[in-house]
Antibody
């Protein structure tokens, strides 16, 4: 059974940088795209981007200039960095398995609440 | 930017059929998935590849895509189906995009 365990700082100030990590437990790390998705309070899901084990990335054009994703295949971990935070980046951030392709996004982390406030 | 459109809310009586639609340009040429999200929980994959159900998803959930519209159908709706539902489309140009979500109320 695949489980995604994510962690990172939950309270940040405007202009700071968000850093989240997601560990993949069970299942294979290779052969999949791994996505980061966020959900602002009371809003819908917003795809941030994805990465595979080779480091190939695709980003949401609206966030591309501020986002970096990386993958450590030896640790089976994913990382997300979002720079120059504003209050609009306040959201629950999810890591998840899937993205590109027809398979859908089938495993999700528990979510990390990130609040950007001065 | 491309974003499939969903009705904000749908209401249904217990035992009846709920239809949740998702529309977007050339949606039929994209792969569509559907997700259920209950308050405070992570989303769950209900449908992938337009109409396929992952193991463990009840067969009262079904979906189809025709032209520019995808439809999630919940047959014999139960109180436990009250949740937010999101469609998600994928193609090689826009990659992953989610619809705005539909709140299903079971009256």
């Amino acid at each position: 059974q695949v489980q995604l365990q994510q962690w990172g700082a939950g309270l940040l100030k405007p202009s700071e940088t968000l850093s989240l990590t997601c560990a993949v437990n069970g299942g294979s790390f290779s052969g999949y795209y791994w996505s980061w998705i966020r959900q602002s309070p009371g809003k819908g899901l917003e795809w941030i981007g994805e990465i595979n084990e080779s480091g190939s990335t695709h980003y949401n054009p609206s966030l591309k200039s501020r986002v970096t994703m990386s993958a450590d295949t030896s640790k089976k971990q994913l990382s997300l960095t979002v720079r120059s935070l504003t209050a609009a980046d306040t959201a629950v951030y999810y890591c998840a398995r899937g993205g590109s392709g027809w398979h859908g996004i089938d495993y999700w982390g528990q979510g990390t609440q990130v609040t950007v406030s001065s | 930017s491309y974003e499939p459109a969903q009705s904000p809310s749908v209401s249904v009586s217990p035992g009846q059929t709920a239809n949740i639609s998702c529309s977007g340009d050339q949606l039929g040429n994209r792969y569509v998935s559907w997700y259920q999200q209950k308050p405070g929980q992570s989303p769950i994959l209900l449908i992938f590849h337009d109409s396929e159900r992952p193991s463990g998803i009840p067969d009262r959930f079904s979906a189809s895509t025709s032209g520019n519209t995808a439809t999630l159908t919940i047959s014999g709706t139960q109180a436990m189906d009250e949740a937010d539902y999101y469609c998600q489309a994928w193609d090689t140009r826009n990659y992953v995009v989610f619809g705005g979500g539909t709140k299903l109320t079971v009256l």
